[in-house]
Nanobody, 123 residues
Framework: QVQLVESGGGLVQAGGSLRLSCAGS????????MGWFRQAPGKEREFVAA????????KYVDSVKGRFTISRDNAKNTVYLQMNSLKPEDTGVYSC????????????????WGQGTQVTVSS
């Protein structure tokens, strides 16, 4: 069973940057579509970005396009989320997840989940 561990969260001022990492163990991530989701207090979990197994195709929610970049290094079994120009509304717990098949934002289709890392953006 694949295990995912996120890191890189923290407190940052609006306009700042953070880079999240999602490290996989007990299995290769290269065959999985990988996604990042976030959940703010009192809100439902939201899809942020996804990347295909090869890393060629990516998908983003409109609110982060042009600011966030998802990437992966299959040799390191790690997926990244580079977040620039952060806004207070980006605050939340960010989790990575893996799925087989299509690259989409449906959380219910993702099989393995990490525990999440907190991102807080102050105004």
């Amino acid at each position: 069973q694949v295990q995912l561990v996120e890191s890189g969260g923290g407190l940052v001022q609006a306009g700042g940057s953070l880079r999240l990492s999602c490290a996989g163990s007990r299995g290769s991530l290269s065959t999985y579509v990988m996604g990042w989701f976030r959940q703010a207090p009192g809100k439902e979990r939201e899809f942020v970005a996804a990347i295909s197994g090869s890393g060629i195709m990516t998908k983003y929610v409109d609110s982060v396009k042009g600011r966030f970049t998802i990437s992966r290094d299959n040799a390191k079994n790690t997926v990244y989320l580079q977040m620039n120009s952060l806004k207070p509304e980006d605050t939340g717990v960010y989790s990575c997840a893996s799925r087989l098949g299509r690259m989409d934002g449906s959380a219910a289709e993702y099989i393995y989940w990490g525990q999440g890392t907190q991102v807080t953006v102050s105004s």
